[in-house]
């Protein structure tokens, strides 16, 4: 055990100084090999390469790809235009569109930064003008931005599926439920926060079926991306990396050929920056098998299953220590090495107290995302905070009551498991 402490203190030491968290991680293993002696030092490289050689990885740059072309392509527009039909003439229509067009965004790219980028730089402006105040614009779409790893498809889930061996697809279905739930909790507080603001009366809209057939045919392409995703996770016929390589064909054929809104000379760098986004994931997972290998020699997962038995916690009791951790690493460090890192470690444990797996692992996630908006580390924070062009601070305190109610979910989905369990029940 004093060998995985000096790993563990030596790679939290080199975070708090500023070192990248796949150089801590790897500097930490290559610390606890030569004061171990378990292994040689060659272990390192080898586990490097064989911790990215799963095809399913694939599926993380190409679902950030979907998302990027989508932004590009002028779908979320199209979403926005959809969404307002609706709600368009309620009072803080805009904040409930936000909310709603993450919701649908979701089914396409699985990333946070990627929908809070896509969302923000269309609906920011509109907001501005029709009076909203910067801070709680920032905060809306910041906050809606967590639900698109939750809503089908997911890369953190990608992620959970590689380091557990679950199904992807359950887990995928797993968060359908929570992300919904996410989402109405959100447009509740706007509907508290918009009823203070003194905003302009909204345009009236035509709302009869000649109408809604026109914005139908205008955005039905952009509301089918989702389907293709869901359908073929659901359906078996294809592997999450081939969905993830099929919805990005698809959003690419719409941007370019359809709606001839992505410039054939612009590929080239949206490639670009998606390869350079996606290789930070990637080194993190070239080192996660290392991890894995130092925690499985060491038993420590087996020795704290045996601790928790001694202390006879119960399943609840141990839900609630799982939320306090991960609710406390998601403000400190980012979502992928803390589920790297612990998930293997809690989930056995989990396991042996009775816990479904695609429970307690879709409850971790949240966490983890809900994480994103919390300092001192929170991406999305910061994201938003350039985007709105809002002091952190500022933002911070807007986001108080939209973090109060989606950690309400947490604790709503942590006691009703079936919450999480009925939906992929259903089709698995």
Request: hydrophobic letters at 60%.
């Amino acid at each position: 055990m004093l060998n995985i402490l000096v790993m563990f203190v030596t790679m939290f030491a080199l975070m708090f100084l500023g070192a990248e968290v796949f150089l801590s991680m790897g500097i930490a293993a290559v610390a606890y090999l030569l004061l171990s002696r378990n292994a040689p030092l060659t272990l390192i490289p080898t586990s490097m390469v064989n911790g990215i050689s799963a095809s399913s990885l694939l599926a993380i740059p190409f679902f950030i790809l979907a998302g990027e072309f989508m932004n590009k392509s002028g779908i979320t527009m199209r979403l926005v235009k959809f969404a307002q039909f609706f709600i368009g003439e309620w009072k803080g229509g805009l904040a409930y569109a936000v909310t709603i067009v993450n919701m649908i965004v979701a089914g396409v790219s699985g990333s946070a930064p990627a929908d809070c980028s896509a969302v923000s730089s269309v609906l920011l402006k509109p907001m501005r003008e029709e009076g909203y105040p910067d801070a709680f614009s920032g905060a809306i779409n910041a906050a809606s931005a967590t639900i698109g790893p939750i809503i089908p498809p997911s890369i953190p889930m990608v992620e959970v599926s590689l380091l557990t061996g679950l199904s992807v697809g359950k887990l995928f279905l797993g968060g359908f439920i929570p992300g919904v739930l996410m989402g109405l909790s959100l447009m509740a507080v706007s509907f508290f926060k918009v009823r203070k603001m003194d905003l302009p009366a909204a345009p009236s809209q035509e709302h009869s079926l000649k109408a809604f057939w026109k914005l139908l045919k205008y955005s039905w392409l952009a509301l089918i991306a989702p389907l293709i995703i869901i359908i073929g996770v659901i359906s078996g016929f294809v592997t999450i990396t081939e969905v993830s390589i099929l919805a990005t064909a698809y959003v690419l054929f719409i941007g370019v050929v359809v709606y001839r809104t992505i410039k054939v000379k612009e590929i080239f760098g949206i490639f670009r920056g998606t390869v350079v986004f996606a290789s930070t994931i990637m080194a993190l997972f070239s080192v996660a098998s290392i991890f894995a290998w130092f925690i499985a020699i060491e038993g420590l997962g087996a020795k704290l299953g045996a601790y928790i038995i001694a202390v006879h916690l119960t399943p609840l009791r141990f839900l609630l220590f799982a939320n306090l951790l991960f609710i406390f690493l998601g403000c400190i460090m980012d979502a992928v090495p803390a589920m790297i890192i612990f998930l293997p470690v809690l989930l056995p444990i989990a396991l042996t107290l009775g816990i479904d797996p695609v429970h307690f692992c879709v409850i971790v996630v949240v966490n983890l995302m809900i994480g994103l908006l919390t300092p001192p580390v929170g991406g999305l924070l910061y994201i938003e905070a350039k985007l709105a062009k809002v002091p952190v601070d500022k933002l911070i305190k807007e986001l108080i009551p939209d973090i109060i109610v989606l950690f309400s979910v947490v604790a709503l989905i942590t006691l009703l498991p079936k919450l999480v369990t009925f939906v992929p029940g259903l089709f698995f």
